[in-house]
Structure formats: structure tokens, C-alpha cells
């Protein structure tokens, strides 16, 4: 903090001065928090401490004193200025400059001090820098010192216009004092536990009833069983707690903790899901000093616990997923494909064993897919980023998956000649529209050039060698281990389906393709996407796929196959409710045959597996500009609310049944004001889609 109050200051001066502007622009975020930052009181002041302790300022004393280190001094009205300009400037640009006694006025104007003291602060200031000038000139030195003997203190009085020491010294001490009453009452108070929301009394084994009643004052419909819960906090029973600056810094944040946690829709089951969380951290010190320096992760927290059952299960389960949220860049970073990457190779770095390999991919999944939901839910980025990049971080998941296992299979098994393997994502993963809470669509293809055996010192016959490759690239994949699953895996949309082989050879997949698959088979291959496997292969399977989706088809028969699909699902899969966007007459079915049924009939204008491109650039007969449109917009609210909800929760919700906190997120995606509008919004666009997918269809 004290580097961020000294790059307040930050001016460039010479040499390549737009350089040095684009340096301090980089840095806005760190000096400039995005939220209020209490913490930097508490910081800072610690600096000024050790300032004294170091240089021996302890007391106020006139005869050799710093007048800027000391106390009293020119330091602690600009750590007075600075330190709020730390809390505040992020959210106040105005708050922002270089210049001590304007920041003075602009905090006054702001409320954040009183008008005496902006003038009391000022006034000491220009007195305390016109007596530093004196002792310089004097001295022609760079001092700050107050001279310790008579004759020199004499010397700078009479330069200041005092006719002698004693009057001097009153004026300097009764300066120094000012500075130090209003330095302190912004430093030097203690945290108040209640901080005015009433009694918070959680020592002894018997409740009080002033706390009880203050605890449901804030919101909990059980206070005494809430009471007991935070006593095993403070008693040290968990790990996270045990040690006394860990429950100290508890202490400090559980007055904000509760109240926040008491505004809270189920305030009650909420704070339940962070004990649990808390329960399961190793250490709390890094958690608590997380939660003092920044509000707004609190509130956050308590977000996930109150409104996102599905992320509170997580970092419960999980809690090493909260680590990712300690990184300054978490906001700033959009989680492109390079950026994931890089992370994990970073993350993979030194890293051979083959069950640690796949552990370490475990924790990097959970934590960037947790990581991807806590952007969605702040607003940092939108869903359909948040698709795109869980899409690619399934990409690159599978990719290390694949070459793990081919490594270990290699080491046994050796290789077969001319062998190569490659993973097909199908359904969202395919079309790169992957949801928090999505399994993974998978085809694995593989060819080789002969019938020889592997060579190695177990070999295996080549279809039984692939078959083995895959099972175990499955039980990498979605086995559990210590550290969890990485994604559930679903094989279905294999030629054969169920029934068939886990593994395809590419010349059997395209046979079966060209002359057994039915209509849906080729409409899911529409999504189809290469997503690991080598260069020259993959394309080989893209130029395959191309070519069977252009293969000449009766549009009639198609629409009457596609009419009939939707009629079947609808049967055996009826919607739950409102917020079924997926399985709702007029949702993402019916918006994703339309895709796959123009690609696979030649009316799709582009070659893109992703629905929401193929829905705006649609050449279906008869369909209308503003009807493309209107599908293309309705795709992506659907979408976008279908990440939120995944997200949040495991199940679908029932009609009206929405958390607090996600329902005001939906509506705030949606741009609408209230759960009852987004209803009727949803109602209005799932009937238009409808009506367009009938017509369309006829």
C-alpha cells in the first residue's frame, strides 16, 4: 500500500514522457482499486509506525524534530489525504491528483472530511513546509530537523518572524498536535465490533440476549443456532481459525460478515454454506485480510452462498478454487484461449507423474470454471464469453488429457504404425456453447496404416489398442479421483450409439455416415468440431464432415423428420417450468434443429458450427430478415440465461422460484426490471420462436 499511496505522485518528467503515461495508465487498477479499500487504513498506518520505531519519533518534542517524518509532521497529512484517496479514488476520479492541499478541498467536497479540517490540515501544511524551507536554507541541506540547540532553534524562529524560541515552540507544538489529533482519529481508533448495527457478543458458551436480538434485527430466523455456529469460529475449532491473528482478523470483518450475510434472501441457510466453506479451509488469515480490503468480494461471497448453491457446493468441496480470486488481474484478464494456456502450462510445469498430471488438470477445470462463473456473476464479462472460454478451456483440458494418456498407454503398449488418434466434440462442446454446469459430447477417431500389432512389450491388435486408448482417456477424463472429475462424458452420439464401439476408425465413421445415419446423426455432426488430435488428421476429419453435410437431401422429408424429433422430445422430455429454456416449446431445441436443419439441407450461410451464427445468417426459403433476427436474439437471451442458471443451480428452478441475487442478475442481462417482466419477455419470445420454427418447418 505504500507503493500505491507513493505512485499517487507519479508524474513523468523527462526522457519518453508518453512512455512514462502509458506506464501509470497501466497501472490505474493497482493504485486505483475498483472498490472501497479499508484496508489501507489499517496498512498504511502500520507504515507510519514502523516509520517512528525506526527513526525514534515517538513523541512531540520541538528541539530536533523531523517535521516531516515525525509526528505531527508534513507525512502524516499527506498519509492522511493519501490513504483515503487509496479508498476512494477507485470509484471517484476527482480523487485522484497529485497535489496535497487540492485533494484536501476535493475530499471535503466529497464528505469524506469535514470543512474545519480540510482548513486545519492546510493551514498546518503551509506553516510546517515554509519551516521545513527555513531549516534547509540554514542548513543548505535536505533536512527536515528542527535544530536541537538553542542558538539554531533561535536562528529558524527569527526567520519565521518569532521574536524568540518560546512563542516559536508553542506555535510549532500546538501545529504538530492539530496534525496529530486529526491523523489519529482517522488511524488510531479501534475496530468497533458492533459498528452501530447493536450488541455482537460471541465469548462464553451461553448466548447474549443483546446479540440475539441484534442478529434478528440484520435478518437470521434462527439467531441462537447462528450464534453457536459463529462461536466455533472464534473458539478456533476450525483449522482456518485456530490461530490468533486469524480470529483476530475475523473478529474485525463479523460485523460487516453478518450484516451482509443478513441481507441475504435465505440469510439463515447462507451463512450455513460458509461455515461449511470455512470448515474446509487449511488457513483463514488470507481469506479474512481478502474480505477486510475489499467490500465488494464480500458481498460477492455472499452472493455465491445466498443466490449460487451450485458455486457455494464447489468452493465448500473445494475451497482452494477461492485461491484464483487473490489474483489482482481476476477482472481485468478476459479468460481467452491463450491466457488459459498459458496458465496451464504453467501450472503443469515440472509435473511427469501421470496421476499427478491428471490431478493438476482437475484443479485448474474447477478453478477456472469457477473463476469464468465469478466474472459472469460480477458483470466482468458476458455468458457468451463465459461460453466461448469454457468452451476453449474444455479444448485444452482434453488436449493434456489425451496426450497424458497416449503417454502412459505408449509406455506399455508402444505404437501402432501409422496410428493416429483424434477426440470430435460434439453437441455444445462442438459448437463452442458449453454451459458451467455441461457434459462433454465426444466421438474419438482413429486410423493407422496397417494391421501389425503395437510395438511394444505388451503389444495389442489395432482395434483392440484403440479401444484400450479410449477406455482410459474416458477414465481420465471423467473418473474420480482426490481432486474430483474433470467433465462427465457422453458417448451416445458415436456411430451405433450405445451399442457400438467407444472407438471409431475414420474409413468405418465416414461409411457409416454416408449410407446408416439418420437425419438427426447428420444434424448433430453439424456441431461436430475436431477439438485435440494431430494437424494433418484433424483436417482430414473436417474436409470428411464437410463433404457428408453436403451430400443432397430432400428438404421436405428433412422438415417432416425434424417436425417429428421436436414432437418426441416434447413427449418424453415435457419443459419443468418457465425457466426450462432449454426443452420450452419456442427455446434452444427448437433454435438449434433450425441451425442444424439449414446445414444439413444447404440453406445455412455460413460454414460456423456455432447456432447463434448459423440462426443470423440463415438462407431458409420464405424466411424473413427481421424473422433471422428475431432467432438470432432470442438464442442469445436464452443462452445467456441458461449460463446464469447453470451456474447457480444444479436443477432447473420452479416457476417463479428464483434466488434473490440470480434473479436480479437475469434481469440485469436482460435489461429488464423485474422477474415478472423477464417472464412474460421469455413467454413472448419462446411464442414467436415458435411460430417461426412451425412456419418455417411446415
Keep these: 500500500n505504500w507503493e500505491r499511496a507513493a505512485m499517487i505522485k507519479a508524474l513523468p518528467v523527462a526522457g519518453d514522457v508518453a512512455a512514462g503515461e502509458a506506464f501509470l495508465k497501466e497501472l490505474t487498477p493497482y493504485i486505483w482499486r475498483k472498490y472501497l479499500d479499508y484496508a489501507a487504513i489499517a496498512d498504511v498506518h502500520s507504515i507510519k509506525r514502523q516509520i517512528h520505531a525506526h527513526k525514534g519519533h515517538g513523541e512531540i518534542a520541538v528541539h530536533g524534530h523531523d517535521l516531516k517524518l515525525g509526528r505531527g509532521g508534513i507525512r502524516e497529512i499527506e498519509f492522511f489525504v493519501q490513504t483515503q484517496q487509496l479508498i476512494a479514488g477507485g470509484r471517484a476520479p476527482d480523487l485522484r491528483g497529485r497535489a496535497t492541499v487540492p485533494m484536501l478541498a476535493q475530499l471535503a467536497e466529497r464528505g469524506w472530511i469535514k470543512p474545519e479540517t480540510r482548513d486545519s490540515l492546510a493551514r498546518e501544511y503551509w506553516f510546517l513546509r515554509d519551516l521545513e524551507h527555513r531549516v534547509q536554507m540554514v542548513a543548505d541541506a535536505q533536512t527536515h530537523t528542527l535544530p536541537e540547540d538553542e542558538e539554531g532553534l533561535l536562528r529558524v524562529a527569527l526567520m519565521a518572524g518569532y521574536s524568540d524560541t518560546k512563542n516559536f515552540a508553542e506555535a510549532v507544538r500546538a501545529s504538530l498536535q492539530a496534525v496529530e489529533s486529526h491523523y489519529s482519529a482517522l488511524f488510531e481508533t479501534a475496530p468497533q465490533l458492533s459498528t452501530g448495527i447493536g450488541n455482537l457478543v460471541f465469548t462464553g458458551d451461553k448466548d447474549d440476549p443483546g446479540t440475539l436480538e441484534t442478529m434478528a434485527k440484520l435478518g437470521f430466523a434462527r439467531p441462537s443456532d447462528i450464534c453457536r455456529v459463529i462461536r466455533t469460529w472464534h473458539f ?45 479451509l487449511p488457513s483463514g488469515i488470507q481469506l479474512f485480510s481478502l474480505l477486510n480490503s475489499n467490500p465488494a468480494l464480500l458481498d460477492l461471497l455472499v452472493l455465491i452462498m445466498g443466490s449460487a448453491p451450485r458455486l457455494a ?41 501421470y496421476e499427478e498430471v491428471l490431478d493438476r488438470l482437475r484443479i485448474f477445470g474447477a478453478e477456472q470454471k469457477f473463476l469464468i462463473g465469478v466474472r459472469v456473476l460480477t458483470g466482468a464479462i458476458q455468458p457468451q464469453t463465459a461460453e466461448r472460454a469454457l468452451s476453449d478451456l474444455a479444448d485444452i483440458l482434453l488436449q493434456e488429457s489425451l496426450a497424458a494418456v497416449t503417454r502412459e498407454f505408449e509406455a506399455k503398449h508402444g505404437k501402432v504404425k501409422g496410428g493416429v488418434t483424434a477426440i470430435l466434440g460434439m453437441g455444445k462442446l462442438g459448437s ?18 496397417d494391421d501389425e500389432e503395437s510395438d511394444g512389450e505388451r503389444p495389442l491388435a489395432p482395434s483392440t489398442y484403440f479401444m484400450r486408448l479410449t477406455q482410459r482417456l474416458i477414465a481420465a477424463i471423467s473418473a474420480p479421483t482426490a481432486e474430483g472429475t474433470l467433465y462427465e462424458v457422453d458417448l451416445r452420439l458415436r456411430p451405433s450409439g450405445n451399442k457400438g464401439p467407444v472407438a471409431t476408425r475414420f474409413s468405418a465413421f465416414s461409411e457409416y455416415q454416408r449410407k ?8 448433430a455432426l453439424s456441431r461436430a468440431r475436431v477439438v485435440a488430435g494431430p494437424g494433418e488428421f484433424a483436417g482430414k476429419i473436417s474436409s470428411e464432415i464437410s463433404s457428408i453435410l453436403s451430400l443432397p437431401r430432400d428438404k421436405t422429408k428433412v422438415a417432416k423428420e425434424v417436425r417429428e424429433m421436436r414432437a418426441l422430445i416434447g413427449e418424453e422430455k415435457p419443459p419443468k417450468g418457465i425457466w426450462d429454456f432449454k426443452l420450452m416449446p419456442g427455446g434452444l431445441i427448437d433454435l438449434e434443429f433450425l441451425a442444424q436443419y439449414a446445414a444439413i439441407t444447404g440453406q445455412s450461410g455460413t460454414a460456423a458450427v456455432e447456432t447463434s451464427m448459423a440462426l443470423s445468417r440463415l438462407k431458409i426459403e420464405g424466411l424473413e430478415e427481421d424473422a433471422r433476427a428475431e432467432l438470432a436474439a432470442a438464442h442469445l437471451l436464452f443462452s445467456n440465461l441458461t449460463q446464469v442458471l447453470r451456474l447457480c443451480l444444479k436443477d432447473e428452478p420452479a416457476d417463479g422460484d ?5 434473479s436480479e442478475i437475469m434481469c440485469r442481462l436482460s435489461g429488464l426490471p423485474d422477474a415478472a417482466t423477464l417472464a412474460a419477455h421469455v413467454k413472448d419470445t419462446a411464442r414467436r420462436v415458435r411460430e417461426i420454427f412451425d412456419r418455417t418447418l411446415r
Design 313 to 353: 457446493e464447489i468452493i465448500a468441496r473445494k475451497p482452494h478454487v477461492f485461491d484464483g480470486l487473490l489474483d489482482p488481474a481476476i477482472y481485468r484478464d478476459t479468460p481467452t484461449r491463450e491466457y488459459l494456456s498459458e496458465r496451464l502450462v504453467a501450472f503443469l510445469h515440472n509435473v511427469s507423474v
Design 432 to 449: 463452442r456453447e458449453l454451459t458451467a454446469g455441461s457434459d462433454i459430447d465426444l466421438i474419438l477417431l482413429y486410423d493407422h496404416a
Design 658 to 662: 428464483l434466488p434473490q441475487g440470480l
Design 516 to 523: 446408416d445415419a439418420w437425419s438427426w446423426e447428420h444434424m
Design 236 to 280: 478456533g475449532r476450525y483449522k482456518a481459525t485456530q490461530s490468533s491473528e486469524a480470529r483476530e482478523r475475523l473478529t474485525e470483518i463479523t460485523p460487516a460478515l453478518l450484516k451482509a450475510f443478513g441481507a441475504a434472501k435465505d440469510a439463515d441457510d447462507a451463512i450455513l454454506r460458509f461455515d461449511e466453506f470455512l470448515s474446509g
